[in-house]
């Protein structure tokens, strides 16, 4: 979006009056309406319809919350969740967003209410970033406001959570566009805003690990276009260091443990996928997005009807009409969004990547927010740039459009999930593996038996497989490519003890974060735990003595017992994990601050509200 003369016009034509975007207050207290009236009809249900990736969230969030409780404010292990066996699930997939769901969980004292103010803090920060991440870049404060609901409600980032229960990305969206932003300028662009990259790219970090990989991939295709171009100076190197740096310090607090974890346990890891057969065509891309249901399974290519017909249209007009014909800058913006479609398309060879490193993004729609965005300030730039002149305040009318759009849809969206729930849509609760209604006596039930999402951080070796009739063989290569009949994770599931080889009656329980097992015979014993060993476990018997802990050839926690009748278990972190603790408190509040001090001074090109 370019910084033309319409903004210095619109300035030149206001009144004294006060335009409703540019008032703080004023502008985000829309931001909270639309947030509180977008959730509202789902709050109202008192029921929270689950979707596939929600069997693995909504515990995560459980767990966090109940940890709370006791004091427990960093996971690492799960105790209520996940089997209760000390699941390390919080090792490899980052928190900081469901801190926020955990805390209304508990505020609240119900599970489905404080999922629904969780969605709607989400929705009113993701505006608020966004609005900020384009002010910078537009210098244009209609502009930015305009892009911060579309962003905020486009059916691809609300779809997300909503219909695919894929909470960690959606939060990791919130800070997309400031990411996205500080990693232009890096390169590209200023690149004494290093700091942009530091912040926003932190903050997917610390809420999705994928999404943070897409980032880190378009980061390395800017910095080789800056080399091409020989916009790579010393500056910037020096930038990119401070950057990368930063980065670490204000993310070490998951970094640590997760790389401990990650050199210690040989974790199964996510499903691999074929990734050409999960990418959409054009044509499926446009029938989708012209559906316009939040509910249609291949949600993920979802760009909503509103927008979809006005890409197509302002695209037609910009090659068709003499108003923009000739505008290059608008012809960037919109073979980029043209790029990007193709990308999440299967026009794109995703079989050549298919066992590469960019394989572990699983789906070629994580590159969606791209997509998205690009789409949006194409189309955003072309409100402004063309000029309607049968249609008085277009801009206004398109922004209404695509807002109640995004709204029936969520009205849709709760009809359809009642109409499941009444029974007439069994096939949706087969799909999901989940109920077709959460209460928050179910999800209780279900956050302690679950074992999805959470399988892919126990040990290769306690997954065996029916694979073509033939039991107990691993896969080697895709998995999706070996005819998998059945998994099982039998070895965890029982919860029984074995003893010297044996298997036994004993059941492993736990008390908060303590896992024990009673009642062990006399004599010394070796005993092997239904848990997946992390490097960090301990040991002792009812004494508080410390007791030999290994792991096994199969990953499992094994401990001698020196003749004591019970063994706890606890996740002690070490000093590395307490350090990357402090060092991100620290870093974070020197970053608040700083960033703080800066805008109050008016030391940064943080467009005060006050500017168009």
Known sequence: MDTSSQSQNMTKNRDNTTIIYDNFWIRNGIFLFLSILFILPLLLTNSYFPQSDDGAHIPRMYEIAQGMKVGHFFPDVSAYTFRQDGNGIHFFYPNSFSFIYALFINLTGKIVTGLYFGHIILLFVTQIVAYYSAKIFTKNTLKSFVFAI????????????????????????????????????????????????????????????????????????LFALS???????????????????????????????????????????????????????????????????????????????????????????????????????????????????????????????????????????????????FILIFVIEFLFQFEFRNIPQFRTLFLLLFTIGSFLTVLNYKADNLTIV??????????????NEFSDKNIKEMAKRSNFGGNDYISEKQMTYTVNDTKNVRPSTNVFEQGIISASTSGLDEKVAYIDGEKSQIMLYNQDYTFMVNNLPNGDHTVRLPMTWYKGFEATDNNGTKLELQKDDDGYVVVNTKGQPQIKVQYIKSAAEKMGICISILSWIITIATVGFMYFRNKTQLVKDDEV
């Open 150 to 221: 579309l962003w905020a409600f486009s059916l691809y980032n609300f779809g997300n959570f909503l219909n695919r229960g894929a909470s960690p990305s959606s939060f990791a969206y919130a800070f997309f566009p400031l990411a996205l932003l500080g990693i232009y300028e890096l390169f590209l662009g200023d690149n004494k805003k290093w700091w942009l990259a530091s912040i926003g790219f932190s903050l997917v970090l610390l809420n999705h690990l994928v999404t943070s990989f897409t980032l880190v991939i378009f980061g390395i295709v």
């Open 227 to 373: 080399i091409y171009w020989k916009k790579f100076t010393k500056e910037r190197l020096i930038s990119s260091v401070l950057f990368a740096v930063s980065a670490f310090l204000l993310t070490c607090s998951f970094l640590i443990p997760f790389a401990i974890q990650m050199t210690n346990v040989d974790i199964l890891g996510a499903d691999k996928r074929n990734m050409q057969a999960l990418a959409a065509s054009i044509y499926r891309i446009l029938n989708i997005s012209l559906d316009n249901d939040l509910t249609n399974p291949s949600f993920g290519f979802n760009f909503g009807i509103v927008l979809c017909i006005a890409y197509i249209i302002f695209g037609i007009l910009l090659f068709t009409s003499e108003q923009v014909k000739s505008n290059t800058k608008l012809k960037k913006y919109f073979f980029l969004s043209l790029g990007f479609i193709i990308l999440v398309s299967n026009l794109f060879p995703w079989i050549w990547f298919q066992n590469t490193p960019l394989s572990v993004i699983q789906f070629p729609d994580r590159f969606m927010p791209f997509t998205e965005i």
């Open 422 to 435: 009444e029974g007439t849509k069994e096939f949706r609760k087969v799909r999901s593996q989940l109920p």
